[in-house]
């Protein structure tokens, strides 16, 4: 009975896998206006596997394992298939396509540093793979957006060789940046947390699906001018 309430997690874990495979199917097959809700669906489902973990008091060295590798597919995998995708449908051909998985690769080194890096408890140290992938079904929500002509933006070669690279850059760096853990949720304690999360809905209220992808850059402003904030500080002790 212990061992079958210790795989309830993981079939969340696996859950996640599945969406971000089927993700995949509908990247490569044109189908991009799905994938941001499959995607949504498959953060739900990851969000899920930890609540339920501690719900249970249960958690395991393989379900911690399959975790990372499932975010490897659904967070890791995905952006860097839309990063290719939007090349591709920006009319850029030969090498070009292919920097939008520079994104997978420092998806698969953030997680792996991760997974040894006892220092990530209550925050992150670099953006989290699933923040960055929100950021690019952000852009894809921008760019079925018939209000505005995102496409001449979204889908230009340094715009999207940019994107790749900075947050390939971000995943792996050094900066601190909040995870939705509350300690307390004192107004004092968490004043940077609430604000932002009120920012981001704000602009998801205002903007749909276009705001997602503009919460994850106030999101990540937010940290790095905390960071510098910080470390200006320290310097002048």
């Not at 230009?156 to 940019?162: A, C």
């Not at 809905?201 to 937010?222: C, D, N, Q, T």
Request: aromatic share 16%; glycine share 6%; charged share 15%.
């Amino acid at each position: 009975m212990r061992h079958i309430i210790a795989a309830i997690p993981s079939l969340f874990t696996l859950l996640n896998l599945f969406l971000g495979c089927a993700a995949l199917v509908q990247i490569f097959t044109g189908k991009l206006e799905y994938v941001p809700w499959i995607v949504i669906a498959a953060a739900f489902a990851d969000f899920l596997d930890g609540f339920v973990a501690r719900l249970l008091k249960t958690s395991s060295e393989i379900g911690k394992q399959l975790d990372s590798l499932a975010d490897m597919v659904s967070f890791g995998l995905v952006p860097g298939a839309i990063l290719f995708n939007f090349f591709r449908l920006g009319g850029h051909s030969g090498f070009w396509p292919y920097i939008g998985f520079s994104v997978t690769l420092f998806s698969a080194l953030r997680l792996a540093k991760f997974n040894l890096d006892t220092r990530q408890t209550n925050d992150f140290i670099g953006l989290a793979t699933p923040a960055c992938t929100m950021f690019f079904i952000g852009l894809v929500f921008m760019l079925s957006d018939p209000t505005f002509a995102w496409d001449k933006i979204l889908l230009n070669r340094y715009f999207l060789m940019t994107s790749s690279l900075i947050f390939s850059f971000l995943l792996v760096s050094e900066i601190p940046m909040f995870a939705n853990k509350f300690k307390s949720f004192k107004v004092h304690d968490n004043r940077l947390r609430y604000s932002i999360i009120l920012i981001g809905l704000l602009l998801i209220f205002f903007f749909k699906g276009s705001g997602l992808a503009l919460s994850i850059l106030v999101y990540i402003v937010a940290n790095v001018i905390a960071f510098l904030a910080r470390g200006t500080k320290i310097e002048r002790a």
